[in-house]
């Protein structure tokens, strides 16, 4: 699995019927009661979108866009929730809405909703007024609809529905807007999204103001709200260890130079047997481009003939490079396994191998620039029988540590699965500081983990 993380390039906070303008805060609160407000942001998908146009990372139907804000208790809460800075509730049980902006506007140079700003000749505490707020969206132009909009936002909806519930009001969002970034990514205009409570919420008037508070772009800590992307291209290639009845997968790998390059189309592939016949049903197949230069076809086969010995042959056709047919396509070869090659039947397997875990590509400690792309190679080699081990299952998670709490970066992730076990390590949406990498690799019942933290330092510059 590959993932990309995109920040936000403008954010702001506006407030009903005021020109408030609160856009350098380093929390955004979102209330009503005596008014209402949105927060207003902008991410930039920039870089998401080279790569997928270079291909660097493909779009399909499993990939994932997931919007992420951390909740944060804005000012001095005290007892029942209470906020003393702004006198208002923590709020519990209700729904936010996130909905599409479609004009441009500015963010603006505001801090606080209510002192931002003093005024020498009246004495009187003032607003900075300048735009983006809830009349205007920059100095010459005004919202066609104050606020954006009144009662019919346009509202992104998520796989979980149109609605971000919240039962306590400390939870923090994790909303997926994978239609609305593809959208984006295929050539639809980003003016960026709003998010406040549901509609109906803004005609409530309980005795004090309710609200919820998340971090902005401007926090001072690590938990800038940013919309995190996943590929679903984790490499299972099966070519060393093809087993019939079962779906399986082999790969075309197409480099110049030491770099992945790309197919003119997509092949299509045929299965030959061991006398050099197509089989039934195997030709013609569709492949699939997982990453750039790397394309995928995925099928079974069930016949007497794969003892795990004979040679079959996945013959690759329709391969044009610059406009150049390969005469006769690629042939590879790979050696079909029986089904129950795959099992160890008879005493129980009491004693588990020991390993030792190495690992190539990074250093401990190393300093790492901003933007490296490394790839990471982990090997398990095997103590008792000294040799390296090929496992199917190897994982990789990123995290840093916060005082003594571990913040999960990226999650246990399958490493691809080639003649070797490796994944790669883009560096250029982690922001400049200290990360920690684990290992681990699973057999037979047991995980197996490196002894320690892989420490790392991203950094803009040696």
């Keep these: 699995m590959s993932y990309f993380r995109s920040y936000f390039e403008k954010n702001n906070t506006i407030i009903k019927d005021s020109q408030a303008n609160t856009a350098k805060n ?3 609160e979102i209330f009503y009661g005596s ?9 930039d998908f920039t870089d998401l979108k080279n790569k997928v146009n270079n291909d660097e990372l493909v779009v399909d139907s499993n990939t994932r866009h997931t919007l992420h804000l951390t909740n944060t208790i804005f000012g001095d809460e005290g007892q029942k929730g209470l906020n003393r800075t702004t006198g208002r509730d923590r709020t519990s049980s209700f729904d936010l809405i996130l909905f599409k902006l479609d004009q ?25 007024e300048r735009p983006s707020n809830w009349y205007y969206r920059t100095t010459l132009n005004t919202w066609t609809t104050a606020g954006v909009f009144h009662d019919s936002p346009t509202v992104i909806s998520g796989y979980t529905g149109n609605k971000i519930h919240m039962d306590n009001g400390g939870e923090n969002i994790d909303f997926d807007i994978t239609n609305y970034v593809n959208g984006i990514i295929t050539g639809n205009t980003n003016h960026g999204l709003g998010l406040s ?6 005609y409530l008037t309980p005795d004090r103001d309710q609200s919820v508070a998340f971090f902005t772009k401007y926090t001072q800590t690590f938990f800038e709200p940013y919309v995190d992307t996943h590929f679903e291209d984790t490499i299972m290639d099966n070519r060393n260890n093809f087993v019939e009845k079962i779906e399986q997968n082999l790969y075309l790998y197409v480099t110049k130079g030491t770099n992945f390059y790309n197919l003119d189309s997509t092949p299509t592939v045929d299965i030959l047997d061991s006398d050099g016949t197509v089989i039934t049903g195997l030709s013609g197949l569709t492949t699939t481009l997982i990453r750039k230069g790397i394309y995928k076809v995925t099928f079974t086969i069930t016949t007497p003939e794969c003892d795990g010995k004979k040679f079959f042959t996945d013959h690759w056709k329709s391969v044009i490079l610059d406009g150049n047919t390969i005469s006769g396509g690629v042939r590879q070869k790979f050696i079909p396994k029986p089904y129950t090659a795959g099992f160890t039947i008879g005493e129980n397997q009491t004693e588990l191998q020991r390993y030792a875990i190495q690992f190539f590509g990074i250093k401990q400690n190393e300093k790492i620039i901003s933007g490296e792309i490394r790839k990471v190679v982990i090997t398990f080699k095997s103590i008792d029988v000294p040799k390296t081990v090929l496992l199917d299952e190897v994982y990789y998670r990123i995290y840093i540590e916060e005082g003594t709490t571990q913040v999960i970066v990226h999650d246990w992730t399958l490493l ?8 790669q390590l883009d560096s250029s949406y982690l922001i400049p500081r200290q990360y920690f990498l684990q290992i681990k690799g699973k057999t037979h019942t047991e995980e197996i983990y490196y002894k320690e933290s892989i420490n790392f330092e991203i950094v803009s510059e040696k």
């Excluded at 008014?35 to 991410?43: A, D, G, I, M, Q």
């Excluded at 505001?110 to 900075?128: E, P």
């Excluded at 409570?197 to 803004?202: D, G, K």
């Design 197 to 202: 409570f549901a509609v109906v919420y803004q």
């Design 35 to 43: 008014s209402f407000s949105k927060f207003l942001f902008k991410v």
């Design 416 to 423: 691809d699965k080639t003649n070797e076990n490796s994944f």
């Design 26 to 28: 380093p929390a955004t």
């Design 104 to 128: 441009f506007w500015d963010e603006g140079l505001g801090f606080d909703y209510a002192d931002s700003g003093y005024d020498f000749v009246s004495g009187n505490r003032t607003f900075d």
